[in-house]
């Protein structure tokens, strides 16, 4: 029995021995815990470690795992792998791994593709814009297991001009997976600023404009005012520009370079912006000469002995020379603007300042004397010499006859109403010389007396210089132009003053034009003056165009000669200046006749009388817009006081055993 006591102590000895003898270690091994990126691979996780036992130098690998995953809706969170097995002692023994997932610098803006920036230029950019194509469109990006990327935009417009806009597209893209609003300093969000503009522009764009002109200033020393037609953009589309200019004379740095340019060379620069800054340029050049001719006046006369010569040397002066100067002959001739030279000669050739006459020259004779500026400007003045042999002794010299080759020309001016207040400017043009003839001193308001001219020469009347009379326009003639519209008056000569335009009719744009003119009191460019013979006959007063013809103006001389003209100034048609005062307030004129009544002014009050005592009527007055002023009832006859009124033309209306309309003008 104590045998097998020893025996049971020998061999627990021999276990303990065993289980401590390095012979014997055992080792349970797991991988350690890591942190992987969300978009890792987890096909396979043995990939990141596998667990295994060691024993007496042999490793044995454990396939026995449970894994558990608690990851959230965007892959992040952790998966624990966990083995067992027994030891040596028979003990269950277990072990875990803890892998960790993050999305930390998993979606960076490496991985995004902004849109790109953009400029639409067409003529119509926002029919374009609506319909934008990648890559222009939106951000795009790399697609991740475990984010969550979303994107949005806000805009902001900025007008640059009329045709140019600017957008500022601020896209901001999140990922869901990581971002957090909370954070002092959140991760995940990315902005970037999209730039996009918007140019109306057509390529077939370009400017128009009134290439280099030369005015004359034939008024005015110091220059002209110059209306100029305004640049202009044509294109296929309509693209928004603006139009400036450079000129330091124009009235308006737009389009428009109209303005008082002084004598000399301008040149002005125009430039049509658009399309965000794009410019078309263009250089006008604006030459004002000065076109005021000499003023003329020559001696009345001169006489001038001839000096003698002995041409056989018999001691008796057989023939005779003297040579004139040009300047001789002149007496005061100026020049309306200060510091132009003036020269003199017998021709329009400058050269010929002096002129030799001889024995065949003796008596009267006929001579221009022109004066010419430094500019080149002309004018002349006639006179005549006469060349007397009082100390040559042959009595041959002298017995050429001389002819007179001039005559004289009358022209008689009246307006369309037979006066002539003041006469306008008109001249008489020598055609083959292109010169301007002026009136003689002896010329009155309304008769233009041009003398010494030639004999079979043909002139025209110049009405270029006639300068407009604004002082002869107001309200009234608008009302006379209403009135012939409405067929009120056919006269044959207010017809002819009513065409404005030159078309030979009147009508509403001839009202038009007369409105502005009288509003703004800027002449336009259509010649507002007509003559016409003052003894024509109209075949028919309401169409005076028929009888018209354009040889008025051209007359051909062979004798002294006198023509009487209507010379009519364009838009003057109310007879206001031509009519008897009633008294210091009110003129009446009656547009149609009032047979049944007679309808006067008495002091401020309007008199109607009827021829019929007895007979009841109404009387209303009515302004030019149908607004009823006064209505009151007579009979017989009645005074109404006229109530306050401004100045210009008054409709009135009787109604009784018939209707009688007319017309009545009030002055303030």
Not at 248 to 256: I, N, P
Not at 358 to 373: A, K, R, S
Not at 462 to 469: K, T
Request: some cysteine; hydrophobic content about 35%; charged content about 25%.
């Amino acid at each position: 029995m104590h045998t097998m006591k020893i025996k049971s102590l020998l061999a627990s000895l021999v276990f303990c021995y065993f289980s401590i003898s390095p012979v014997f270690a055992w080792q349970f091994i797991c991988p350690g815990d890591i942190t992987l990126p969300c978009d890792a691979d987890l096909h396979d996780l043995n990939l990141y470690g596998k667990s295994y036992t060691e024993h007496n130098g042999y490793k044995s690998w454990l396939h026995d795992c449970k894994v558990v995953y608690n990851l959230n809706d965007c892959g992040v969170g952790t998966i624990t792998r966990t083995w067992g097995v027994e030891d040596t002692l028979w003990r269950w023994v277990t072990c875990s791994q803890v892998i960790t997932l993050t999305n930390v610098n998993v979606f960076t803006p490496k991985d995004i593709y902004w849109p790109d920036h953009l400029t639409i230029e067409s003529c119509d950019p926002d029919a374009d814009f609506k319909n934008l194509a990648k890559p222009y469109d939106h951000p795009y990006f790399t697609k991740k297991v475990c984010t969550r990327p979303m994107y949005t935009y806000s805009d902001s417009w900025f007008q640059v001009d009329s045709g140019c806009r600017k957008l500022l597209r601020e896209w901001k893209l999140i990922d869901w997976c990581t971002y957090d609003p909370f954070s002092p300093a959140p991760r995940g969000i990315f902005t970037y600023t999209q730039i996009i503009k918007l140019i109306t522009n057509d390529p077939t764009i370009h400017l128009v404009v009134k290439k280099d002109t030369t005015v004359f200033a034939t008024t005015d020393c110091k220059g002209v005012y110059l209306k100029y037609d305004s640049a202009k953009i044509e294109s296929q589309c309509r693209v928004p520009h603006r139009i400036i200019n450079t000129s330091q004379y124009s009235d308006k740095k737009e389009a428009d370079i109209s303005g008082y340019y002084p004598i000399g060379m301008h040149k002005v620069e125009l430039i049509a912006e658009y399309a965000c800054g794009k410019e078309i340029k263009c250089i006008v050049t604006i030459n004002v000469v000065q076109k005021i001719p000499p003023v003329p006046y020559c001696l009345d006369g001169a006489i001038i002995d001839l000096m003698p010569i002995d041409t056989d040397g018999d001691g008796k002066a057989d023939e005779g020379m003297i040579e004139v100067n040009a300047r001789d002959l002149d007496k005061s001739s100026y020049h309306p603007c200060p510091g132009r030279k003036l020269k003199f000669s017998f021709s329009s050739d400058t050269s010929q300042k002096s002129k030799i006459y001889t024995c065949d020259d003796v008596g009267e004779n006929q001579v221009e004397i022109w004066i010419t500026d430094d500019l080149g400007n002309q004018s002349f003045c006639k006179t005549k010499i006469e060349i007397q042999r009082n100390m040559i002794d042959s009595m041959d010299c002298g017995k050429t006859t001389v002819i007179d080759n001039h005559v004289d020309l009358s022209l008689k001016m009246k307006d369309q109403f037979g006066k002539m207040e003041k006469m306008p400017r008109v001249f008489l043009m020598e055609n083959s010389t292109n010169q301007k003839m002026v009136c003689t001193s002896n010329s009155t308001k309304q008769e233009l007396i041009f003398e010494n001219l030639k004999k079979t020469e043909n002139y025209s009347i110049d009405l270029s210089e006639c300068e407009f009379d604004f002082n002869n326009l107001d309200i009234r003639d608008v009302s006379a132009m209403k009135n012939i519209l409405a067929g009120k008056s056919v006269d044959p000569i207010l017809l002819l003053a009513a065409d404005m335009n030159l078309d030979n009719r009147v009508d509403k744009s001839d009202l038009d034009i007369l409105s502005n003119l009288i509003l703004s009191k800027n002449k336009t460019s259509n010649d507002l003056w007509q003559l016409i013979p003052s003894d024509i006959i109209f075949t028919n007063p309401s169409n005076p165009w028929l009888d018209l013809n354009s040889s008025y103006k051209n007359i051909h001389l062979i004798g002294n000669e006198t023509r009487s003209y209507y010379l009519i100034q364009k838009g003057n048609i109310d007879p206001k200046f031509h009519l008897p005062s009633v008294n210091d307030d009110f003129v009446e004129v009656d547009v149609n006749p009032s047979p049944g009544y007679e309808v006067s002014i008495v002091q401020n009050r309007i008199s109607i009388n009827s021829k019929n005592e007895i007979e009841q009527f109404n009387f209303e007055l009515i302004d030019l817009c149908g607004k009823k002023l006064i209505k009151s009832i007579c009979t017989g006859n009645c005074e109404i006081e006229i109530p306050k009124v401004q100045e210009g033309v008054y409709l009135y209306r009787i109604t009784g055993t018939t209707q009688i309309d007319g017309k009545i003008f009030l002055l303030n």
